[in-house]
C-alpha cells in the first residue's frame, strides 16, 4: 500500500450539494485533497477549477459492500486519509406524525443517516491507526466529525426518525472520541442549525418568519460555509486540547433565553 497523494486528504460524505459541497469547497480552498462520495454522481463538474485535487466515488453509506468498495478505492488511488467527514443524511420520504410513522421510513432513515456513518467510521479509523502505526506519513494527525443536527436535542413529533438518527451521532461521537483518544485521533460533532441548503428550501417562508420574530440571537441563516470554515478549524488542529467535542453552529439557538 503505497501513499499516492502528497496532500491531506479528506472525505466528506453527502458532498455533492448542500452542506457537504459547502465543506468540500472550504477544504480545497485549503490546499487538501478532497474526496467525496454520494449515491449518484453529480450532473456537472462541481470542482473544475481543482479537478487535479478533488475525487468522486460512487457509494451508498448504508452498504456494508459499498462502503468496502470505497475504502479499497482509497487505499488504492488515493494511499491515505487524514479527516473523515460524515455529512451524509437524508430526512424521511414523508413527514408523518409520531404516531403514525412507519417502521420502513424509520430503518431507511437509519441505516443512512446512523448505521452507515457508525461502521464507516469503524472502518475508516482502522484504516488510520494502519497508516500511523506504518510510520510513512509526516506529521501524520488524522481526525474525524461528524455533521449531526440541532434536531439531535430538538424534538420535531412530524420526524421523529430523523431526531433519533441525530441523537444517535451525538452518542456516536462520544463512544469513538473514547476509544480513539490513545490513538490520537481526535473525534467531533459538528450541529448545525438552520441553513440555507435545498433541504430546506420548501420550509424557507416558515423560517424567514421564525427568525424575523427573534428565533435565534444571531438573526440570519446559516450557510454552507459556515460548517465548512467550522471543519477546516476542527480538521487543521487549532482547537487541540479537546475530543468529543460539540461544536454548535445554529446562531444561538441552543441558548436557553427569557
Same mark, same amino acid.
Given at each position: 500500500m503505497e501513499?499516492?497523494? =502528497?496532500?491531506?486528504?479528506?472525505?466528506?460524505?453527502?458532498?455533492?450539494?448542500?452542506i457537504?459541497?459547502?465543506?468540500?469547497h472550504?477544504?480545497l480552498s485549503?490546499?487538501?485533497f478532497?474526496i467525496?462520495?454520494?449515491?449518484h454522481e453529480?450532473k456537472?463538474?462541481?470542482?473544475e477549477?481543482?479537478e487535479?485535487?478533488s475525487?468522486?466515488?460512487?457509494? =451508498?453509506?448504508?452498504?456494508?459492500?459499498s462502503?468496502a468498495?470505497?475504502?479499497?478505492?482509497?487505499?488504492?488511488?488515493?494511499?491515505?486519509?487524514d479527516?473523515?467527514?460524515?455529512?451524509?443524511?437524508?430526512?424521511p420520504?414523508?413527514r408523518?406524525d409520531?404516531?403514525e410513522?412507519?417502521?420502513?421510513?424509520?430503518e431507511y432513515?437509519m441505516?443512512?443517516?446512523l448505521?452507515?456513518?457508525?461502521?464507516?467510521?469503524?472502518?475508516l479509523?482502522?484504516?488510520?491507526?494502519e497508516?500511523?502505526e506504518k510510520?510513512?506519513i509526516l506529521n501524520?494527525h488524522?481526525?474525524?466529525m461528524?455533521?449531526s443536527s440541532?434536531?439531535? &436535542?430538538?424534538s420535531?413529533?412530524?420526524?421523529?426518525?430523523?431526531?433519533?438518527?441525530k441523537?444517535?451521532?451525538?452518542m456516536m461521537t462520544k463512544?469513538y472520541? =473514547?476509544?480513539?483518544?490513545?490513538?490520537?485521533?481526535?473525534?467531533?460533532e459538528i450541529?448545525p442549525?438552520i441553513?440555507?441548503t435545498p433541504?430546506?428550501?420548501g420550509v424557507?417562508?416558515k423560517y424567514?418568519?421564525?427568525?424575523?420574530e427573534?428565533?435565534?440571537?444571531?438573526?440570519?441563516?446559516g450557510?454552507?460555509? =459556515?460548517?465548512g470554515?467550522?471543519?477546516?478549524?476542527?480538521?487543521e488542529g487549532?482547537?487541540?486540547y479537546?475530543?468529543?467535542?460539540?461544536?454548535n453552529l445554529?446562531g444561538? &439557538?441552543?441558548?436557553?433565553?427569557?
Amino acid at each position: 500500500m503505497e501513499q499516492k497523494i =502528497d496532500q491531506k486528504v479528506v472525505l466528506v460524505t453527502g458532498g455533492t450539494q448542500g452542506i457537504g459541497l459547502g465543506i468540500a469547497h472550504e477544504f480545497l480552498s485549503k490546499n487538501y485533497f478532497v474526496i467525496i462520495c454520494a449515491r449518484h454522481e453529480p450532473k456537472e463538474n462541481l470542482f473544475e477549477s481543482f479537478e487535479e485535487s478533488s475525487l468522486f466515488i460512487e457509494c =451508498d453509506i448504508s452498504s456494508n459492500e459499498s462502503r468496502a468498495k470505497l475504502i479499497e478505492t482509497i487505499k488504492k488511488n488515493v494511499g491515505r486519509i487524514d479527516v473523515l467527514v460524515n455529512n451524509a443524511g437524508v430526512g424521511p420520504p414523508e413527514r408523518k406524525d409520531l404516531l403514525e410513522a412507519s417502521e420502513k421510513f424509520f430503518e431507511y432513515v437509519m441505516k443512512i443517516n446512523l448505521q452507515g456513518p457508525y461502521f464507516l467510521t469503524q472502518q475508516l479509523a482502522n484504516y488510520m491507526i494502519e497508516l500511523q502505526e506504518k510510520g510513512k506519513i509526516l506529521n501524520y494527525h488524522p481526525s474525524i466529525m461528524t455533521i449531526s443536527s440541532i434536531s439531535a &436535542f430538538t424534538s420535531s413529533t412530524s420526524r421523529g426518525e430523523y431526531c433519533i438518527s441525530k441523537a444517535g451521532l451525538s452518542m456516536m461521537t462520544k463512544l469513538y472520541a =473514547d476509544r480513539l483518544a490513545e490513538y490520537n485521533i481526535p473525534v467531533y460533532e459538528i450541529q448545525p442549525g438552520i441553513i440555507e441548503t435545498p433541504m430546506t428550501k420548501g420550509v424557507k417562508s416558515k423560517y424567514d418568519k421564525l427568525i424575523g420574530e427573534g428565533l435565534l440571537p444571531i438573526k440570519r441563516w446559516g450557510n454552507p460555509a =459556515d460548517i465548512g470554515k467550522a471543519a477546516v478549524t476542527l480538521a487543521e488542529g487549532l482547537i487541540p486540547y479537546t475530543t468529543g467535542q460539540v461544536l454548535n453552529l445554529d446562531g444561538g &439557538f441552543h441558548v436557553r433565553r427569557l
